[in-house]
């Protein structure tokens, strides 16, 4: 997929977290700030970046504030924000396909 | 993935727990209060503007994870929305144990979603007919459509009432005896029961209301119903207790189950249990009293 | 060298005879030589002892470079004092290379840190530590090794010398002329003085800071006039809405009020609870809560607690007002119902920390304890415990009377939710070790409950009762499963602060933190 706007999904409650993603020439720019960082911070990465390669996403700004989100919710908020971008979030989502 | 065992149509339902699907520290664990099913809500609970936000949530949880023995139900939205059909979907997808139809008003809005769940189920490749379905009944027509509503599909397992949308229809509002509800409950029980599924009562909302609530169970379990929609785990304890058998009646359950075992072993129909005379009439409801007297630690031996 | 713990203490830290901690009452039967405090006479009558700013109190006492200030945390998040006190001495006397001795420390004191940074604090002492203070300490800014004491560390460590305080300063809600000082009567009261107490016996100086004057003489005292050196009268010690909360409610969550039916659950399942059982639990969610659950089960026996000590909050006044308690002894009070309660409502007494948990003494409350209810940030498989450092590795917590009660109970229970956001509380190794594993006993979490192998009578105790528990590995696994596995958090080699365990060995280090990159 492409990340045609800027779209965010989540919140910055407890247990949860807040992803931006914004349209970019080239690469995957990601910036994470977690309140889990120091024992954390490595698989929030990888959990991010492999739910944006399932997505096919190869290029976008990604900003994540995670607040302590288990990586079921931040699979969760990195797809809605990427389907909120390209206005495909409402139906039709490939359950089982590449969201799984 | 976690996979679900299948549903099962008719099984213990004394505790609902309506849980807001949108809020992960909410349902990443709802099961450990020990309700015997948790209703993830996609409907009220969740913003117009989140509901393609909480559906990912949702797929997420329910395919993560392990909520153990506890039945999973998802509150979906009503058909007068743009949300129910997708919410159909990812339910299935997610495996999900059933769903529970908002604003049900007749046998077609139960015939409408059964089709969407079963056109999910060979779209995601699940089993046909796995998933279980209820209805809420929220408005004077859906109460006096329930036994239709209550037969209209082999998925049904129950029917529950929506007591905050229901007084609104009717211009009353909670009153402590029920006699604001009476006729809807009784209406609604005795569909349920004529239909052969189970009945649940509305939440009660008033947390601090300790005395009003115990009223309210005992009166719901004197009426007949299986269980209670709840919205606060604290809730759960009092519904289990008022619920559970007393040791007598699990003594004689007991005795008719296995005097029954016993004489079906050597082909008599009638039998006596404690000088009375029992029939395999008798059978389906001792064996749900033992199903319940487990469930409350009450019964250990292994007739259920 | 390895503690008793499998902690690895350097070799530097132990010269001068320091030990390692060798496990739990190691130094009983020991003898100790307690110090003595040089203090000045007062021979001639003297009408008052009153200056007129901190400034003069400082000079009156001789205060000079590299000098030990004491403070107690009674005024806690409210607390003025201590500001006031480093302030005067840094700034208006330039004083410099001073060391803080404090029964803890927290948010309210984020000036010190500044102190810290620009090197006029030099040392830090104390039994907890938050805020900027934390962050600067675990960075390596404190220019010694910062000391951790428990509760009843501190004033072991007070009587045996191991600490000299130089000057004591009494933040005193009241005080006469003369010095005769209490927790209640004025504005910002704060109930129990229990932690000042030692400090004023043991102190070359001791200067009361009042923000309330009352008249010869204040009675009955709790730092007596015979250990003041000087009054200085100020607008405010403290700010009364952060000294005392309005009142410690027992929490409404369903997993905190889950778990503290469990730990009611399994006290009463053990032979400790009987009439005239002894009890302290703290005032987290479901600590507190365990006070409900248990009054339940002392109706249903007929049994009612013989006495209840600790930081004393409202659940603890009232079961005292229903006649459910026989005595409450107070070292530190959460509310103001405790605030108000204390030395007013019979048998509600005061105690010194010493009294309350110093275990080179010789008959402290701790130690007759059967039940202590405890909260924790993180417990490892060993039963150690973290209540100490944030899973940043920044000092943010208080040992407080934790690992104390902990030594001293029959029964030590932890409650805690098995994870707190991504947080495993159960976890394979703890941070800072702040209460050894061979002190705790049950551990309860809203996933199961574990007890601890050292303790087959209550693993039999509990399954008497049919209460179900699990291994604290299987806890720890179920957690792992939940948030996944955490990685080690990363620190530098220097040592910024050393934990002492409560007889004074060494329990664990503190090192400087690394800053993350991912």
Redesign the interface.
């Given at each position: 997929m492409q990340i045609e706007k800027n779209a965010m999904a989540g919140t910055l409650e407890s247990s949860d977290a807040m992803v931006t993603v914004e349209p970019a020439e080239t690469g995957i720019e990601l910036e994470i700030s977690s309140s889990v960082m120091n024992q954390y911070g490595r698989q929030i990465k990888a959990t991010v970046l492999e739910t944006l390669e399932r997505l096919e996403v190869t290029s976008g700004k990604v900003t994540v504030v995670d607040k302590g989100a288990l990586d079921c919710t931040l699979k969760a908020r990195v797809e809605c924000a990427v389907f909120r971008s390209c206005e495909k979030s409402a139906a039709g989502i490939p359950w089982g396909g590449v969201i799984k | 993935m976690i996979k679900r065992p299948t549903p099962e149509r008719f099984r213990l339902r004394r505790t609902m727990m309506f849980m807001n699907a949108q809020k992960p520290g909410l349902i990443k664990d709802a099961y450990i209060y020990g309700c015997d099913s948790i209703m993830l809500d996609l409907e009220d609970a969740v913003a117009e503007n989140q509901k393609d936000a909480a559906r990912f949530s949702l797929y997420h949880a329910l395919t993560t994870i392990d909520y153990g023995k506890t039945e999973v139900i998802v509150r979906i939205n009503g058909l007068d929305t743009p949300h129910w059909q997708e919410d159909i979907r990812v339910c299935v997808a997610g495996g999900a144990d059933g769903i529970r139809i908002a604003k049900c008003e007749s046998a077609q809005d139960v015939k409408t979603v059964e089709a969407a769940v079963e056109a999910a189920e060979k779209e995601f490749g699940v089993e046909v007919g796995r998933t279980l379905l209820m209805a809420a009944l929220e408005s004077p027509k859906g109460v006096l459509n329930a036994y239709e509503i209550c037969s209209a599909s082999d998925r049904m397992f129950g029917v529950a009432i929506s007591g905050g949308d229901f007084r609104k229809c009717m211009q009353t509002k909670f009153d402590p005896s029920g006699i604001d509800m009476l006729v809807a409950r009784g209406q609604m029980l005795m569909a349920a029961r004529a239909a052969g599924i189970q009945c649940f009562d509305t939440v009660f909302t008033d947390l601090d209301d300790n005395e009003g609530f115990e009223a309210e169970v005992r009166q719901n379990k004197a009426m007949g119903f299986d269980g209670k929609s709840l919205i606060n785990p604290k809730q759960i304890r009092l519904v289990h207790e008022v619920f559970a058998p007393t040791e007598k009646e699990v003594l004689q359950a007991e005795a008719m189950v296995s005097a029954f075992r016993e004489a079906a072993a050597q082909g008599i129909g009638v039998f006596t249990v404690n000088g009375k005379m029992v029939d395999v009439a008798f059978i389906p409801g001792a064996e749900r009293t033992l199903k319940l007297a487990k469930a409350c630690g009450m019964y250990e031996g292994d007739l259920v | 060298m390895k503690n008793a713990v499998g902690r690895e203490i350097p070799d530097f830290l132990l010269e001068g005879g320091k030990e390692v901690y060798q496990g739990k009452n190691y130094m009983d039967g020991k003898y100790v030589q307690k110090a003595t405090p040089k203090t000045r006479r007062y021979e001639k009558p003297q009408e008052s002892k009153i200056v007129e700013t901190i400034k003069d109190a400082l000079i009156a006492c001789g205060a000079r470079d590299g000098m030990t200030f004491s403070f107690h945390h009674h005024l806690r998040e409210g607390d003025f004092v201590v500001n006031m006190v480093m302030k005067a001495a840094i700034e208006e006397l330039g004083l410099k290379d001073l060391t803080i001795a404090a029964s803890s420390l927290g948010a309210a004191h984020d000036l010190i840190a500044d102190y810290i940074e620009e090197g006029k604090v030099i040392g830090i002492q104390t039994s907890g530590i938050r805020g900027r203070m934390g962050q600067v300490v675990s960075e390596g800014k404190l220019k010694t090794t910062a000391i951790i004491r428990s509760h009843g560390g501190r004033p072991r460590a007070i009587e045996a010398g191991e600490v000299h305080i130089d000057i004591a300063f009494v933040g005193a809600p009241t005080s006469d002329c003369v010095g005769n000082s209490r927790g209640i009567g004025g504005k910002s009261n704060c109930g129990s003085l229990g932690y000042a107490m030692t400090d004023a016996k043991f102190a070359d100086h001791v200067v009361v800071i009042t923000d309330c004057l009352v008249d010869f003489p204040n009675m009955p005292a709790s730092v007596e006039a015979i250990d003041v050196d000087a009054v200085v009268v100020v607008d405010s010690i403290g700010n009364p809405k952060k000294i005392a909360s309005a009142a410690a409610r027992i929490s409404?969550n369903?997993?905190d009020?889950?778990m503290a039916e469990n730990v009611a659950k399994v006290i009463a399942s053990t032979p400790y609870f009987r009439d005239g059982f002894s009890f302290q639990t703290g005032v987290g969610g479901p600590s507190l809560a365990a006070n409900l659950f248990l009054e339940k089960y002392m109706d249903e026996r007929g049994i009612k607690m013989g006495w209840a000590i600790g930081g004393i909050c409202k659940p603890m006044v009232e079961l005292l007002k229903k006649g459910k308690i026989g005595k409450v002894i107070d070292v530190q009070d959460f509310d103001l119902d405790a605030v108000n309660s204390i030395n007013q409502t019979p048998n509600h007494f005061e105690m010194s920390a010493s009294q309350y948990a110093n275990p080179a003494n010789k008959g402290a409350f701790v130690n007759k304890l059967d039940f202590v209810v405890l909260a924790a940030l993180e417990i490892d498989t060993g039963f150690n415990v973290n209540v100490l450092t944030g899973?940043?590795?920044v000092l943010r917590g208080a040992p407080g009377g934790h690992p104390d009660t902990a030594a001293g109970s029959k029964v030590c229970i932890i409650v805690t939710p098995l994870v707190?956001?991504?947080?495993a509380t159960v976890c394979e190794k703890v941070v800072t070790v702040t209460t050894p594993g061979d002190c705790v006993d049950v551990l309860v979490t809203?996933?199961g409950i574990a007890v601890n192998p050292l303790r087959p009578d209550l693993i039999k105790c509990l399954d008497d009762a049919g209460i179900e528990h699990v291994s604290i590995e299987s806890l720890k696994e179920k957690a792992y499963s939940?948030?996944?596995r955490?990685?080690?958090?990363?620190f530098e080699d220097k040592v910024v602060a050393i934990l002492e365990a409560r007889d004074g060995t060494i329990l664990d280090v503190i090192r400087q933190i690394k800053p993350?990159t991912?």
């Amino acid at each position: 997929m492409q990340i045609e706007k800027n779209a965010m999904a989540g919140t910055l409650e407890s247990s949860d977290a807040m992803v931006t993603v914004e349209p970019a020439e080239t690469g995957i720019e990601l910036e994470i700030s977690s309140s889990v960082m120091n024992q954390y911070g490595r698989q929030i990465k990888a959990t991010v970046l492999e739910t944006l390669e399932r997505l096919e996403v190869t290029s976008g700004k990604v900003t994540v504030v995670d607040k302590g989100a288990l990586d079921c919710t931040l699979k969760a908020r990195v797809e809605c924000a990427v389907f909120r971008s390209c206005e495909k979030s409402a139906a039709g989502i490939p359950w089982g396909g590449v969201i799984k | 993935m976690i996979k679900r065992p299948t549903p099962e149509r008719f099984r213990l339902r004394r505790t609902m727990m309506f849980m807001n699907a949108q809020k992960p520290g909410l349902i990443k664990d709802a099961y450990i209060y020990g309700c015997d099913s948790i209703m993830l809500d996609l409907e009220d609970a969740v913003a117009e503007n989140q509901k393609d936000a909480a559906r990912f949530s949702l797929y997420h949880a329910l395919t993560t994870i392990d909520y153990g023995k506890t039945e999973v139900i998802v509150r979906i939205n009503g058909l007068d929305t743009p949300h129910w059909q997708e919410d159909i979907r990812v339910c299935v997808a997610g495996g999900a144990d059933g769903i529970r139809i908002a604003k049900c008003e007749s046998a077609q809005d139960v015939k409408t979603v059964e089709a969407a769940v079963e056109a999910a189920e060979k779209e995601f490749g699940v089993e046909v007919g796995r998933t279980l379905l209820m209805a809420a009944l929220e408005s004077p027509k859906g109460v006096l459509n329930a036994y239709e509503i209550c037969s209209a599909s082999d998925r049904m397992f129950g029917v529950a009432i929506s007591g905050g949308d229901f007084r609104k229809c009717m211009q009353t509002k909670f009153d402590p005896s029920g006699i604001d509800m009476l006729v809807a409950r009784g209406q609604m029980l005795m569909a349920a029961r004529a239909a052969g599924i189970q009945c649940f009562d509305t939440v009660f909302t008033d947390l601090d209301d300790n005395e009003g609530f115990e009223a309210e169970v005992r009166q719901n379990k004197a009426m007949g119903f299986d269980g209670k929609s709840l919205i606060n785990p604290k809730q759960i304890r009092l519904v289990h207790e008022v619920f559970a058998p007393t040791e007598k009646e699990v003594l004689q359950a007991e005795a008719m189950v296995s005097a029954f075992r016993e004489a079906a072993a050597q082909g008599i129909g009638v039998f006596t249990v404690n000088g009375k005379m029992v029939d395999v009439a008798f059978i389906p409801g001792a064996e749900r009293t033992l199903k319940l007297a487990k469930a409350c630690g009450m019964y250990e031996g292994d007739l259920v | 060298m390895k503690n008793a713990v499998g902690r690895e203490i350097p070799d530097f830290l132990l010269e001068g005879g320091k030990e390692v901690y060798q496990g739990k009452n190691y130094m009983d039967g020991k003898y100790v030589q307690k110090a003595t405090p040089k203090t000045r006479r007062y021979e001639k009558p003297q009408e008052s002892k009153i200056v007129e700013t901190i400034k003069d109190a400082l000079i009156a006492c001789g205060a000079r470079d590299g000098m030990t200030f004491s403070f107690h945390h009674h005024l806690r998040e409210g607390d003025f004092v201590v500001n006031m006190v480093m302030k005067a001495a840094i700034e208006e006397l330039g004083l410099k290379d001073l060391t803080i001795a404090a029964s803890s420390l927290g948010a309210a004191h984020d000036l010190i840190a500044d102190y810290i940074e620009e090197g006029k604090v030099i040392g830090i002492q104390t039994s907890g530590i938050r805020g900027r203070m934390g962050q600067v300490v675990s960075e390596g800014k404190l220019k010694t090794t910062a000391i951790i004491r428990s509760h009843g560390g501190r004033p072991r460590a007070i009587e045996a010398g191991e600490v000299h305080i130089d000057i004591a300063f009494v933040g005193a809600p009241t005080s006469d002329c003369v010095g005769n000082s209490r927790g209640i009567g004025g504005k910002s009261n704060c109930g129990s003085l229990g932690y000042a107490m030692t400090d004023a016996k043991f102190a070359d100086h001791v200067v009361v800071i009042t923000d309330c004057l009352v008249d010869f003489p204040n009675m009955p005292a709790s730092v007596e006039a015979i250990d003041v050196d000087a009054v200085v009268v100020v607008d405010s010690i403290g700010n009364p809405k952060k000294i005392a909360s309005a009142a410690a409610r027992i929490s409404q969550n369903p997993r905190d009020l889950m778990m503290a039916e469990n730990v009611a659950k399994v006290i009463a399942s053990t032979p400790y609870f009987r009439d005239g059982f002894s009890f302290q639990t703290g005032v987290g969610g479901p600590s507190l809560a365990a006070n409900l659950f248990l009054e339940k089960y002392m109706d249903e026996r007929g049994i009612k607690m013989g006495w209840a000590i600790g930081g004393i909050c409202k659940p603890m006044v009232e079961l005292l007002k229903k006649g459910k308690i026989g005595k409450v002894i107070d070292v530190q009070d959460f509310d103001l119902d405790a605030v108000n309660s204390i030395n007013q409502t019979p048998n509600h007494f005061e105690m010194s920390a010493s009294q309350y948990a110093n275990p080179a003494n010789k008959g402290a409350f701790v130690n007759k304890l059967d039940f202590v209810v405890l909260a924790a940030l993180e417990i490892d498989t060993g039963f150690n415990v973290n209540v100490l450092t944030g899973s940043d590795g920044v000092l943010r917590g208080a040992p407080g009377g934790h690992p104390d009660t902990a030594a001293g109970s029959k029964v030590c229970i932890i409650v805690t939710p098995l994870v707190r956001g991504r947080m495993a509380t159960v976890c394979e190794k703890v941070v800072t070790v702040t209460t050894p594993g061979d002190c705790v006993d049950v551990l309860v979490t809203d996933y199961g409950i574990a007890v601890n192998p050292l303790r087959p009578d209550l693993i039999k105790c509990l399954d008497d009762a049919g209460i179900e528990h699990v291994s604290i590995e299987s806890l720890k696994e179920k957690a792992y499963s939940i948030v996944g596995r955490p990685d080690d958090v990363q620190f530098e080699d220097k040592v910024v602060a050393i934990l002492e365990a409560r007889d004074g060995t060494i329990l664990d280090v503190i090192r400087q933190i690394k800053p993350y990159t991912l």
